[in-house]
């Protein structure tokens, strides 16, 4: 494998942009002379079809100073002397984050960056925007896949995330917690649940369990475009509004449109600097939420924050009122191989902040008005909807933890968080109190709906704001192991 030592950070983005160009082109134009004419690709041809990959060296000899430098931020660091890397994806569109990363290790630690082709192939799929391109006819799957690289599971996992990956001396290290194949196995797995297209997701992104949070987002979003502090709104289905494209029906008929389709509808208000958020409805369940942010994960967000509905465990707690998680009992069961339960998660200052001054600010209410309405606690995480049904077993469970509330997602999120080093919070909203006599009817759910949804989505957007205003500092180092990866 050759290599080139990059000038500057940018040069070495540039020259990973038109390594990865040119791969994709020629498989492209390899796949079109397949279609028309069935010649397949020589084995030359067919090694072009490389990803690039970027690699990183750090020696203490070449420390800027002569000495290992000392950071406390929680990104852009060494663990150790050696050589980093890790292959490419989509450069053009990771530029940013990219250059982030790469431009701190050349100051700090006087880093030397290098650029070559890897030998990771890239799977033909990936290569297609939209896959249509396979739906003509000319050829089958099982044709392709004689013929060009393929996506193989084999490949694609999480080992450098999950610290299972091995070590070999005389081998580089990881530079980055995905490889490029691991990224766009996600990158077409959140257009397929997500109706959207992944350069759509913004850094700033809210979870909800309710469709009726986008109904409210929908709104603000509009809003937002209108009056020029957001540039558009991309909706699930391709749709992407402008302020042009406003009138008084655009509310109505987007949320009418077939967000049904997909699994996990997406909705992102797109502002400039990288302030735009993303809210996704992951449904109901931990296996939706592991399965949305294991996807999300590969784009590096600012933080995730799950914004949902909950059911109340104590009796002094009122319908409407929000719980602000400072601990999870995660009954789960879906991370404890990853994150066994006995793992704590902490929670992030930050981010506990954010959530809890945006409440003040949106509500109104502080001191002991505040305290009554805003509890902190621990949240109860269940894979079982009907947990009720068994509570002689688990009412000493709730007992033992101190839980005040209990739902399905926001263990699972901030458990993921924790796994993938994306930072996370949790701010629920009491619907029900189900040890309490005041269960889910329809009526009353309207009711509190209509009442509380509004409210809560923008403490949401309010907590994002502030944490968006503290920069970088929400990267928090809790998250990151003695040997992480140099790249956030």
Same mark, same amino acid.
């Given at each position: 494998?050759?290599?080139?030592?990059?000038?500057?950070?940018?040069?070495?983005?540039?020259?990973?942009?038109?390594?990865?160009?040119?791969?994709?082109?020629?498989?492209?134009?390899?796949?079109?002379r397949?279609?028309?004419? $069935?010649?397949?690709?020589?084995?030359?041809?067919?090694?072009?079809?490389?990803?690039?990959?970027?690699?990183?060296?750090?020696?203490?000899?070449?420390?800027?100073p002569?000495?290992?430098p000392?950071?406390?931020r929680g990104?852009?660091k060494?663990?150790?002397p050696?050589i980093?890397?890790?292959?490419?994806t989509?450069?053009?569109?990771?530029?940013?984050?990219?250059?982030?990363?790469?431009?701190?290790?050349?100051?700090?630690?006087?880093?030397?960056?290098?650029?070559?082709?890897?030998?990771?192939?890239?799977?033909?799929?990936?290569?297609?925007?939209?896959?249509d391109?396979?739906?003509?006819?000319?050829?089958?799957?099982?044709?392709?896949?004689?013929?060009?690289?393929?996506?193989?599971?084999?490949?694609v996992?999480?080992?450098?995330?999950d610290?299972?990956?091995?070590?070999?001396?005389?081998?580089?290290?990881?530079?980055?917690?995905?490889?490029?194949?691991?990224?766009?196995?996600?990158?077409?797995?959140?257009?397929?649940y997500?109706?959207?297209?992944?350069?759509?997701?913004?850094?700033?992104?809210?979870?909800?369990?309710?469709?009726?949070?986008?109904?409210?987002?929908?709104?603000?979003?509009?809003?937002?475009?209108?009056a020029?502090?957001?540039?558009?709104?991309?909706?699930?289905?391709?749709?992407?509004?402008?302020?042009?494209?406003?009138?008084?029906?655009?509310a109505?008929?987007?949320?009418?449109?077939p967000?049904?389709?997909?699994?996990m509808?997406?909705? $992102?208000?797109?502002?400039?600097?990288?302030?735009?958020?993303?809210?996704?409805?992951?449904?109901v369940?931990?296996s939706?939420?592991?399965?949305?942010?294991?996807?999300?994960?590969v784009?590096?967000?600012?933080?995730?924050?799950?914004?949902?509905h909950?059911?109340g465990?104590?009796?002094?707690?009122?319908?409407?009122?929000?719980?602000?998680? $400072?601990?999870?009992?995660?009954?789960? $069961?879906?991370?404890d191989?990853?994150?066994?339960?006995?793992i704590?998660?902490p929670?992030?200052?930050?981010i506990?902040?954010?959530?809890?001054?945006?409440?003040?600010?949106?509500?109104?209410e502080?001191?002991?008005r505040?305290?009554?309405?805003?509890?902190?606690?621990?949240?109860?995480?269940?894979?079982?909807?009907?947990?009720?049904?068994?509570?002689t077993?688990?009412?000493?469970?709730?007992?033992q933890?101190?839980?005040?509330?209990?739902?399905?997602?926001?263990?699972?999120?901030?458990?993921?968080?924790?796994?993938?080093?994306?930072?996370?919070?949790?701010?629920?909203c009491?619907?029900?109190?189900?040890?309490?006599?005041?269960?889910?009817?329809?009526?009353?759910?309207?009711?509190?709906?209509?009442?509380?949804?509004g409210e809560?989505?923008?403490?949401?957007?309010?907590?994002?704001?502030?944490?968006?205003?503290?920069?970088?500092t929400?990267?928090?180092?809790?998250?990151?192991?003695?040997?992480?990866?140099?790249?956030?």
């Amino acid at each position: 494998m050759t290599f080139e030592i990059a000038a500057t950070p940018e040069d070495a983005i540039d020259r990973l942009e038109a390594l990865y160009d040119a791969g994709c082109q020629a498989l492209r134009d390899d796949l079109q002379r397949f279609f028309d004419t $069935h010649v397949p690709p020589t084995a030359e041809e067919r090694a072009r079809y490389r990803y690039p990959v970027l690699r990183v060296t750090y020696t203490h000899a070449n420390a800027l100073p002569l000495s290992a430098p000392t950071t406390w931020r929680g990104f852009a660091k060494f663990p150790a002397p050696g050589i980093y890397s890790t292959t490419v994806t989509q450069p053009a569109e990771f530029r940013a984050y990219l250059l982030d990363q790469l431009r701190l290790l050349v100051e700090e630690y006087g880093a030397t960056i290098e650029t070559g082709v890897s030998q990771q192939e890239i799977p033909y799929p990936y290569a297609l925007d939209g896959g249509d391109e396979l739906a003509r006819g000319k050829a089958t799957a099982v044709e392709l896949a004689r013929y060009f690289p393929t996506p193989l599971l084999s490949l694609v996992g999480d080992e450098i995330a999950d610290g299972t990956f091995d070590f070999v001396d005389g081998e580089p290290r990881p530079l980055s917690l995905f490889d490029a194949v691991r990224i766009d196995f996600s990158l077409r797995r959140l257009v397929h649940y997500t109706g959207t297209d992944w350069r759509d997701m913004q850094p700033w992104v809210l979870l909800t369990n309710y469709h009726r949070y986008v109904d409210q987002f929908v709104r603000l979003g509009l809003a937002e475009v209108l009056a020029g502090t957001a540039d558009a709104l991309a909706v699930p289905g391709g749709g992407r509004i402008g302020k042009g494209d406003i009138d008084d029906g655009t509310a109505e008929r987007v949320m009418a449109a077939p967000w049904h389709r997909f699994q996990m509808p997406a909705y $992102h208000l797109i502002r400039k600097n990288g302030e735009g958020i993303t809210l996704v409805n992951i449904g109901v369940g931990p296996s939706n939420a592991k399965n949305i942010t294991d996807h999300l994960a590969v784009l590096r967000p600012n933080c995730w924050l799950m914004v949902g509905h909950c059911g109340g465990l104590r009796q002094e707690q009122v319908i409407g009122d929000y719980v602000l998680a $400072h601990a999870y009992l995660r009954q789960d $069961h879906i991370l404890d191989e990853l994150v066994p339960p006995d793992i704590p998660i902490p929670a992030l200052a930050e981010i506990q902040v954010a959530l809890q001054e945006a409440a003040a600010e949106i509500t109104g209410e502080k001191g002991e008005r505040l305290k009554r309405r805003l509890r902190t606690g621990t949240v109860v995480t269940q894979d079982d909807r009907n947990w009720e049904l068994q509570w002689t077993k688990e009412r000493r469970r709730i007992n033992q933890s101190r839980a005040v509330a209990v739902d399905m997602e926001s263990g699972t999120i901030a458990a993921q968080g924790y796994r993938l080093r994306v930072p996370y919070g949790t701010l629920l909203c009491v619907s029900d109190k189900p040890l309490h006599g005041e269960i889910k009817l329809p009526g009353a759910a309207n009711a509190f709906y209509e009442r509380a949804v509004g409210e809560h989505l923008k403490i949401g957007l309010r907590a994002l704001s502030k944490l968006n205003e503290a920069g970088a500092t929400i990267h928090s180092r809790k998250l990151r192991s003695f040997d992480e990866p140099p790249f956030r």
